[in-house]
């Protein structure tokens, strides 16, 4: 049996293990732009969340976002903020 040799040469070949010094990578991986992935916490995570479809009047709506809006507060916290006036 004859044996087939790689197109990539003896690069697939090599068995040890080669020790990256990670801190240098960051640094050279920084340097030219690249973005870590990472996992970040998200601003706005609340935990587990469950999702509210409702229909309302125009009216009723154009009220609501406007409260938001002047409020500079999202959609879930306009309504935890009424829940809370309302002492519910």
Known sequence: MTEKTSVFGSALKSTEKKVLDLKKVDEV?????????????????????QQLNVKLPQEIYDRFVAFCDKEEIQFRKGIERLLDETGR
């Open 29 to 49: 991986a920084e340097g030219q732009g690249f973005v870590s992935r990472e996992a970040h916490k998200r601003r706005n995570y609340i935990g587990p969340s």
